[in-house]
């Protein structure tokens, strides 16, 4: 008879993770950088531009990973983990890194006091929704994709992975194409996102068989 031994919680970073760890460093120090003195650099307004400016047949496929931003997602997510793996502690940890993400970013942009791309570029943005309120660095929506990307990272096989950074990073490319976030916002929205998931996860326990 095999007994169903309960999986072990891991807390500790694996190399890999440590990596992650100094990829939202590098992220969140270039969005800082960038957004630091309040203005909008050339090299920022260009890249925006670039994005926001793309043609507006475009839109709908957008529109649909830009919801991985979702303040719901806080919601349902841990819901579905839940449901999913049957266990709690995997619920928990993707509860902690989307909310986390959805509530520092809040925190974050008080702090910072940005205003978004209409603030800089009245004349010019191309607004594809209602005009979003409040300010700008960081991006909650990229932080709640990245979160929720990075403490899921360890339960999913290896090559289901990079698709989920990829509809990560269509997010918060998605926000700049609707018009409501700047780039610096959406690299510190990705580097605090990692580092809630990897909090999370690092708090709750990765649970390894």
Request: contains cysteine; proline residues 7%; glycine residues 12%.
């Amino acid at each position: 008879m095999v007994l169903d031994t309960p999986p072990i919680a891991r807390h500790r970073l694996r190399p890999s993770e440590w990596g992650l760890a100094a990829l939202a460093l590098l992220l969140m120090a270039a969005g800082h950088w960038w957004a630091r003195d309040g203005e909008l650099p050339d090299g920022e307004r260009r890249v925006f531009e670039a994005v926001n400016e793309l043609p507006d047949g475009v839109r709908f496929a957008w529109w649909a990973p830009m919801q991985l931003g979702n303040a719901l997602v806080w919601v349902v997510a841990p819901l579905l983990m839940l449901v999913k793996t049957r266990r709690v502690r995997p619920a928990v940890a993707t509860f902690l890194a989307t909310f986390g993400g959805w509530l520092g970013a809040k925190a974050v942009k008080r702090a910072v006091q940005r205003g978004r791309p209409e603030f800089f570029l009245a004349d010019s943005v191309r607004l594809r929704e209602a005009a979003p309120t409040g300010l700008g660095f960081i991006s909650g929506h990229t932080a709640v994709a990245f979160g929720l990307a990075t403490v899921l990272r360890p339960y999913l096989p290896a090559r289901f992975r990079p698709v989920l950074y990829g509809l990560a990073t269509l997010t918060g490319t998605g926000r700049m194409y609707f018009g409501a976030h700047l780039p610096a916002d959406v690299l510190g929205g990705a580097g605090f996102g990692i580092a809630c998931g990897l909090t999370a996860n690092a708090i709750v326990g990765i649970e390894d068989r």
